[in-house]
């Protein structure tokens, strides 16, 4: 009878040539000094962030003592807030575990994370000056000047600070994570052909791999095998000592899984299961709780409570100064357009919203008036087209009437444009993820008109690029990305690109 082939325990150390013999097993363990220099590193990154704001502080205070009257004028109070906002940047960053290397090295968009907590650290602040009664004996153009330039300085400054994490964080380095891996032997070659150690600042020091199950011997001999096999791999992990182990056998067999669950249990390392490719689509994947129910959470809605107020707010402020500014000219093109053809000066379309949830939008009418429903898509040199519309179409000013939606919540200034609800039907079936567009509110203008994607689209391709470049929206929004949009939609050549 032939004998049951052993499990095989490798070492890493064969990666790494210049080592000798002699010294492979000892560069495996972990170096004295490590946990020091990973919390040395988080302290930088926190550190960091310190500095840029202080940086900010010393601006404004230079730029208020070179105001005529306002030296020494409430320019100490300002430091007063500065170190609040310090306090209420540095305490949510650090009580979420950003300050460290993991978090440098994952890949999470700084912007967004980032503004974020600048404008609740401000608000906090704000509050506090508020109920201390403290606020009017702030400089208010030292505020100005901190709060502007001081969102750029922390970005620049952790912006730097990770990329210095980053290109020190090598499988070599004393701050790597020393990982241990156990599975089967397709599933750590399939880890090893979808993963980089180098890229992702990990040091891979050994691999246990398991004994596939034999269907056609005994259940209870499986079980055995498995058990010793697992002995091994404690054994080996106990020596070792990595930081963390991951289990690679599929979430399907759930009694190996099990089982290899309970015996890593006993030992003091970092647990995981292994990393799926559904899970890789995701950024942001995490335990929660929903009631009493446990499960993994790999998506949530796009803008959190703080970021929708913050959105709509300045969709607010910034609708209803452009209507009341922007009022005579309104009123100039709805007369032009009553003059130049017959028919009402405004043009309402249903469309989907947020939800998807059906809304009429308001534009000025740009096409003659017609008799039947049936909707066809505007094309370039389009007969329907008139006079006035084709400047209006040409110069955008045909949006401004959707600034109304705005103020009514049925749009935003930025977002993904609304399609006519022909269009949301037909191409919902035909492009992965369309309908993804409609998890936040529709906008005036958006990424993808500002990068002259707009107009008649030809092709599925035309229709995918655009979507693509809403999806990144949505997931990269923040209110200086809205700016940025606003500002390109008036002032860059490609927003008036395809507009006809």
């Given at each position: 009878?032939?004998r ?5 325990v490798?070492?890493?150390a064969?990666a790494?040539?210049?080592e000798r013999?002699s010294?492979r ?10 946990g020091?220099l990973?919390l ?7 550190l960091?962030d310190?500095?840029a ?8 205070e230079?730029v208020h003592r ?5 030296a ?5 109070a ?7 906002v310090t306090?209420?940047l ?11 290397v993991e ?7 700084l912007?967004?994370r980032?503004a974020?907590?600048?404008l609740?650290?401000w ?11 403290t606020t009017?004996?702030v400089s ?7 709060f502007a330039a001081g969102?750029?300085?922390v970005?620049?400054?952790?912006r730097l600070t990770?990329?210095?994490?980053r ?8 701050s790597a994570?020393?990982?241990h891996?156990?599975?089967y032997?397709a599933?750590v070659a399939?880890?090893?052909?979808r ?9 891979v020091?050994?691999?246990?791999v398991l004994?596939?199950?034999d269907t056609t ?5 499986v079980?055995?095998r498995?058990?010793?096999?697992l ?6 992990v ?5 930081d963390?182990?991951?289990?690679l056998?599929?979430w399907g067999e759930?009694?190996p ?6 015996a890593?249990?006993?030992v ?15 950024g942001?994947v995490?335990?929660d709780?929903?009631g009493r129910?446990?499960g ?6 796009p ?7 913050v959105?709509r707010s300045?969709d ?8 009341a500014l922007l009022s005579p ?8 357009i009553r003059?130049d053809?017959?028919g009402?000066c405004l043009f309402r ?7 998807q ?12 008036t017609a008799?039947?429903?049936v909707?066809?898509q ?14 209006l ?5 045909d949006?401004?009437?959707?600034l109304?939606?705005?103020i009514?919540?049925d ?10 609800l022909?269009h949301?039907?037909?191409?919902e079936?035909r492009?992965a ?8 509110r529709p906008?005036?203008t ?6 002259g994607l ?5 092709t599925d ?5 655009r979507v693509?470049?809403?999806?990144h ?12 949009i606003?500002v ?7 927003a ?5």
């Open positions: 009878m032939p049951a082939r052993q499990p095989a490798r070492s890493s064969r790494v040539p210049d013999p010294t097993w000892t560069s495996l363990m972990p170096r004295r000094g490590r020091l990973r040395a590193i988080g302290a930088a990154l926190a960091a310190c500095l704001i202080a940086c900010v502080g010393f601006l404004a230079l070179s105001l005529p009257g306002e020494g004028s409430g320019i100490e300002v430091w007063h807030v500065l170190v609040l306090a209420f540095i305490v949510p960053t650090l009580a979420r575990g950003e300050y460290s978090a440098a090295l994952s890949g999470v968009p912007l967004r980032t974020t907590l600048w609740a650290a608000t906090g602040a704000l509050i506090v000056g508020f109920l201390t009664k009017g004996e208010r153009i030292g505020v100005l000047v901190c969102l750029p300085a970005v620049v400054a952790r990770v990329s210095l994490v290109r020190h964080s090598t499988p070599r380095s004393v994570r020393r990982v891996l156990v599975g032997e599933d399939s880890f090893h052909a993963h980089d150690a180098y890229d992702l600042g990990l040091r020091i050994g691999e246990t004994r596939s199950p011997v005994d259940p209870e001999e079980r055995a498995l058990a010793e096999d002995d091994l791999a404690v054994s080996v106990r020596f070792l000592k990595p963390d182990v991951f289990i056998i599929p759930v009694a899984l099990e089982s290899c669950i309970d890593f249990l006993r003091p390392v970092g647990l995981h299961l292994r990393p799926g490719r559904v899970m890789d689509r995701f942001e995490r335990v709780r929903v129910l446990t993994l959470r790999i998506g949530r809605p803008l959190g409570p703080l970021e929708i107020a959105k300045f607010l402020l910034v609708a209803a100064t452009a209507l000219l309104l009123l100039l093109i709805a007369v032009v003059l053809t017959p009402p379309q249903r469309r989907h919203g947020f939800n949830e059906a809304f009429s939008v308001f534009k000025f009418r740009s096409m003659r008799k039947d429903a909707f066809r505007a094309t370039r040199n389009d007969d329907r087209i008139t006079r006035v519309g084709r400047v179409r040409r110069t955008n000013l949006e401004l009437p959707q109304l939606n705005v009514r919540g749009m935003s200034l930025v977002g993904p444009r609304p399609h006519a022909a949301d039907r037909s191409f079936r492009i993820r369309y309908a993804r567009r409609h998890n936040v906008g005036i958006g990424w993808a008109q500002v990068n707009r107009g008649e689209t030809l391709a035309d229709m995918r690029r693509e470049h809403d999806l929206y949505i997931d990269n929004w923040s209110l200086w990305f809205d700016i940025q606003l390109m939609t008036v002032l860059a050549r490609s008036f690109r395809n507009a006809y």
